[in-house]
């Protein structure tokens, strides 16, 4: 089985996400958001080229977050995702390299 591996810049943009979900939405959507991405995590170990990854280049793939809204119950479930996780993998790693909204000009953050 594959190792989900979360790099330091993923590590930084998971808890400011978290924090500004708390603040703007509180505490329990933070904790819907949480398991939500991590549900993400869970489904990209198991299928980093599932329905929805994008390949960018460089081995690096870009995963909108709504498409692993709909594995959560409905009572958990975040209605409007708005991050994508840029990722890469192989047979051994999925390596989580970054968690950015969408309304954030990718090209540039992806340089």
């Not at 869970?42 to 990854?53: N, Y």
């Not at 709909?70 to 975040?78: E, H, P």
């Not at 047979?91 to 968690?99: E, M, V």
Request: charged share 30%.
């Amino acid at each position: 089985m594959r190792q989900i591996v979360v790099a330091p810049q993923a590590r930084r943009d998971f808890k400011s996400l978290l924090a500004h979900s708390r603040v703007r939405f509180g505490p329990e959507r933070e904790q819907r958001y949480r398991a939500l991405c991590v549900r993400a995590f869970v489904d990209l170990r198991d299928a980093p080229d599932r329905r929805g990854a994008k390949a960018i280049g460089d081995g690096r793939y870009l995963y909108p977050l709504r498409f692993s809204r709909n594995a959560m119950a409905g009572s958990d479930r975040v209605a409007r995702p708005r991050h994508v996780i840029v990722y890469r993998f192989d047979d051994a790693q999925l390596q989580i390299l970054a968690l950015l909204h969408e309304a954030m000009d990718l090209p540039t953050r992806l340089r």
